[in-house]
């Protein structure tokens, strides 16, 4: 039956295009955006999955940066050890020197000064972002510090946060306390009648008597001691420096699997996408084509009064 109230080939005609446009749009906008999944009403539980990994990336890069920063700090402590270990072993050369009679060590003094100063230098210098684990308060009740080292989250969806800590007692070359220092290089120490540290000794007055050669000796032995202990903690270093990078290592691949996760849940497949664009222009060009058929039916009615 032919009708000009209700064309039924151009409401089917109609009906059939505005899907083929609304299928259109949404390819277009994932072919503009990328994303198959650009917010909740595309997929809920995935934009919701990749919403809190997106969260997480963030927190790990931030991590990330805070080990980078421990990292360097280490080094530089690092750094600052070995080069007060070279200049502690030439101290140590002097004081050898200075055990042969017969020489001045008024002159050889001179030099150790310099190098106690040199050592003075290192340990101030060693410092990066404000942080220098070579000296401090030994007094202090924060003797540690905490490296922010991993962010975790629980499949109840808690979080939580590991840390590296680095024992300060361990790699502290110069105690600022006066009177107890504890440090490596001002410990106090006593030969004989003489009081002395690695930054302070003096053997400008000392004589060739047995007594003052035998206080040389001791120096010598402190000095080496000294070495010894700036040797561990160098390795301490080396140790909670190896472990900073790993972790680091670790935060950088945690983030380039997030990104691979979440681009499985909400990327769109362009070569699909591109295609079933191609797809739905066709489909659109033919069904602007059919309702403009179907409504051409309603002239060919003229066509019965003539």
Known sequence: MSSLNTNVAAMTALQTLRNTNSEMLTTQNRISTGLRVANASDNAAYWSIATTMRGDKSSISTVSDALGLGSATAEIAAKGIETAIDVAGKIKDKLLAARTPGVDRAKIQSEIEELQSSLQSVVDGASFNGQNWLTGDSTDATTTRSIVSSFTRGSDGSI???????????????????????????????????????????????????????????????????????????????????????????????????????????????????????????????????????????????????
């Not at 691979?260 to 664009?277: F, H, I, R, Y």
Request: proline share 0%; aromatic share 2%.
């Open 160 to 306: 939580s946060v590991g840390t590296i800590t680095v024992d300060l007692d361990d790699t502290r070359l110069v105690d600022s306390v006066s009177g107890s220092a504890s440090g490596i290089l001002n410990t106090s120490q006593t030969s004989g009648s003489t009081s002395y540290t690695v930054l302070s000794l003096d053997i400008s007055s000392l004589t060739d008597d047995t007594a003052d050669l035998d206080v040389i000796d001791d120096m010598l032995s402190t000095v080496d001691t000294a070495i010894s202990d700036m040797t561990d903690a160098a390795t301490s270093l080396g140790a909670i420096k190896t472990r900073i990078d790993i972790q680091k290592e670790f935060a950088d691949a945690m983030k380039s699997a997030i990104d691979k996760g979440v681009g499985q849940l909400v990327d769109a497949d362009m070569n699909e996408e591109s295609t079933k664009l191609q797809a739905l222009q066709v489909r659109q060009q033919l069904g602007i084509q059919a309702l403009s058929i179907a409504n051409q039916q309603a002239q060919s009615i003229l066509s019965l009064f003539r």
